[in-house]
């Protein structure tokens, strides 16, 4: 199941929906050209500067980072270029351009993201992850890493709350025999440079989507590791079950990579989009785009008061506290 090779570059819808089939990601050549890439990647660069000079720059990849804790939480202070991050991460793309809100739209994410999941999807992140000289391995993982395992009736189970990013050897080592789990989150690599593996790019296990295993989080030299290597303007789409991670940037040059990743909308997304969208963009937004950001109702999830409501509204009226007349 798992290979030592990938698909190539294709322009063909059809022949990218079998390679995220079998190989658990696709590659489209050309799928960001002319001013829209140079939009793009202007804008990328613009606003990573900007972030950079006003100190809101998130910095991971670092050799030497240290992960601080305060409180029994990781502090936010460990991903700063000051505490030996590298890799730029920026967020909540929605809010930064609209070339970023079109790639949220894209016909090639409606049909190819479609295909894992369904019509109906919402965005779970939209960031850039800059991936610079000296930055190190991120590690393998999956996107659905929060996704219970199947289980034998009666057998005690690994609380869905206390899922962990690390990986129980449930997870890790699971009893095939029960089936795999489906994708419920699929993720799109816009290319905004070349990707070669000098530079970091995405490292990947070929067919890992259909192993049923998460990888292990201490020792992946065992693992045939491919990296994703395209031009500037390819789209990479991959299955949330995919092995995947941010390659070291062993070379002399910044790798430009935006994610826009969905779930299927019965779960969270990881950023909270519909209250961090900028209420300024609410008029310009299009109903698909506000179904994608997740203010679509799902067969009566996410609604606030009716079940009938379609797309909710960013002011909603809310029903508060009520007395009834007196008679
Ligand atoms: O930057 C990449 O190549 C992949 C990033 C990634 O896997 C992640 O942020 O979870």
Same mark, same amino acid.
């Given at each position: 199941m798992i290979l030592d090779y990938g698909p190539g570059p294709t322009a063909d819808t059809e022949q990218a929906k079998i390679d995220l089939r079998k190989f658990g990601f696709c590659l489209i050549k050309d799928a960001i050209t002319g001013e829209f890439f140079t939009e793009s990647k202007a804008r990328l660069l613009?606003?990573?500067?900007?972030?950079? $000079? +006003?100190?809101?720059?998130?910095?991971?990849?670092?050799?030497?980072?240290?992960?601080? +804790?305060?409180? =029994? *939480?990781?502090?936010?202070?460990?991903?700063?270029?000051?505490?030996?991050?590298? &890799?730029? *991460? #920026?967020?909540? #793309?929605? %809010?930064?351009?609209?070339?970023?809100?079109?790639? !949220?739209?894209?016909? /090639?994410?409606?049909? /190819?993201?479609?295909? !894992? /999941?369904?019509? $109906?999807?919402?965005?779970?992140?939209?960031?850039? %992850?800059?991936?610079?000289?000296?930055?190190?391995?991120?590690? #393998?993982?999956?996107?659905?890493?929060? +996704?219970?395992?199947? !289980?034998?009736?009666? $057998?005690?189970?690994?609380?869905?709350?206390?899922?962990?990013?690390?990986?129980?050897?449930?997870?890790?080592?699971?009893?095939?025999?029960?089936?795999?789990?489906p994708p419920v989150v699929a993720n799109c690599m816009w290319m905004l440079s070349d990707?070669?593996?000098? %530079?970091?790019?995405? $490292?990947?296990?070929?067919?890992?989507?259909?192993?049923?295993?998460?990888? &292990?989080?201490? =020792?992946?030299?065992?693992?045939?590791? /491919? %990296?994703?290597?395209?031009?500037?303007?390819? #789209? +990479?789409?991959? =299955?949330?079950?995919?092995w995947h991670g941010t390659g070291a940037n062993t070379g002399n040059s910044d790798r430009l990579g935006v994610l826009t990743t969905f779930c299927s909308p019965q779960f969270r997304q990881q950023e909270n989009q519909t209250l961090g969208l900028d209420r300024d963009l609410w008029e310009s937004c299009s109903e698909k785009l506000k179904s994608r950001l997740g203010f679509k109702v799902w067969n009566a999830y996410g609604r606030i008061e009716s079940s009938m409501d379609h797309i909710i509204d960013i002011e909603p009226n809310r029903i508060k506290e009520l007395k009834p007349n007196k008679k």
């Amino acid at each position: 199941m798992i290979l030592d090779y990938g698909p190539g570059p294709t322009a063909d819808t059809e022949q990218a929906k079998i390679d995220l089939r079998k190989f658990g990601f696709c590659l489209i050549k050309d799928a960001i050209t002319g001013e829209f890439f140079t939009e793009s990647k202007a804008r990328l660069l613009e606003q990573a500067t900007a972030e950079e $000079e +006003m100190g809101l720059s998130f910095r991971d990849g670092g050799p030497d980072q240290e992960i601080k +804790m305060k409180d =029994d *939480r990781i502090d936010q202070s460990s991903f700063s270029k000051g505490n030996g991050g590298v &890799n730029q *991460r #920026l967020w909540m #793309l929605a %809010n930064k351009g609209k070339c970023f809100r079109d790639m !949220i739209v894209h016909p /090639l994410v409606d049909e /190819l993201v479609g295909h !894992i /999941l369904g019509q $109906e999807f919402i965005l779970s992140t939209h960031s850039a %992850n800059i991936a610079k000289p000296g930055g190190v391995r991120m590690g #393998l993982h999956t996107d659905q890493w929060w +996704m219970p395992q199947p !289980i034998k009736p009666q $057998e005690d189970y690994l609380r869905p709350s206390e899922i962990k990013r690390s990986a129980a050897s449930s997870f890790v080592e699971p009893d095939k025999t029960l089936g795999i789990s489906p994708p419920v989150v699929a993720n799109c690599m816009w290319m905004l440079s070349d990707f070669s593996k000098s %530079n970091g790019a995405t $490292e990947l296990v070929a067919g890992s989507h259909l192993s049923g295993a998460h990888p &292990n989080q201490q =020792d992946q030299t065992i693992y045939p590791i /491919l %990296n994703a290597e395209a031009k500037a303007g390819t #789209l +990479m789409v991959f =299955d949330g079950r995919l092995w995947h991670g941010t390659g070291a940037n062993t070379g002399n040059s910044d790798r430009l990579g935006v994610l826009t990743t969905f779930c299927s909308p019965q779960f969270r997304q990881q950023e909270n989009q519909t209250l961090g969208l900028d209420r300024d963009l609410w008029e310009s937004c299009s109903e698909k785009l506000k179904s994608r950001l997740g203010f679509k109702v799902w067969n009566a999830y996410g609604r606030i008061e009716s079940s009938m409501d379609h797309i909710i509204d960013i002011e909603p009226n809310r029903i508060k506290e009520l007395k009834p007349n007196k008679k």
